[in-house]
């Protein structure tokens, strides 16, 4: 408990420090990161599927979840919790590590307001374009949806997604 504690207040540092030196680029990459909260994902579990609907192939959406969900069969999903954080904020999971080396055009963020991992492999993860839903605490989003509704939620995702992408 002591060093989960530890944890979060050196997350909240690195997640500033993160915030204010993210770059923006020109990544054209089509690659999308999908974080969900553990708390989050009963209600909007279902935007695992989101590819599906963007248009995209499979090996191009990313999910991780952060937290500890006992009943998942989905090998496809990765689940790290902050036993998989090391003090100095590097990750201890070769899956997360291997998987954040990646381009990511885009990084859609559900969590809540007091889930900084979520928030920090966001931000790890050096997409150019960052959405999620609301609320978004550390003010790292560059279009926060102000949804509760999974299907809205996924309506606006889709929307903004063909913006980014102009398409029709």
């Not at 944890?7 to 030196?21: D, F, G, W």
């Not at 989101?50 to 990765?78: S, T």
């Not at 960052?130 to 995702?157: H, R, T, W, Y």
Request: charged share 25%; hydrophobic share 40%.
């Amino acid at each position: 408990m002591i060093t989960n504690k530890i944890k979060s207040v050196q997350l909240k540092k690195a997640i500033e420090k993160l915030k204010k030196n993210r770059q923006f680029a020109t990544n054209t990459s089509n690659r999308i990161l999908l974080v969900i909260s553990e708390d989050n994902f009963k209600v909007y579990g279902s935007l695992q599927n989101l590819w599906k609907n963007l248009g995209l192939p499979a090996n191009l959406f990313d999910v991780v979840i952060c937290g500890n969900i006992r009943d998942i069969d989905d090998k496809d999903l990765l689940q790290i919790s902050f036993k998989d954080l090391s003090f100095d904020g590097e990750f201890k999971n070769k899956d997360l590590s291997a998987l954040l080396e990646n381009e990511f055009g885009s990084a859609i963020l559900v969590s809540g307001a007091e889930t900084l991992l979520s928030n920090y492999v966001v931000l790890r993860s050096r997409a150019t374009f960052l959405i999620g839903k609301s609320p978004d605490p550390f003010s790292i989003l560059d279009v926060e949806i102000f949804e509760n509704d999974p299907s809205l939620l996924e309506a606006e995702l889709i929307r903004y997604y063909k913006i980014l992408k102009h398409k029709k």
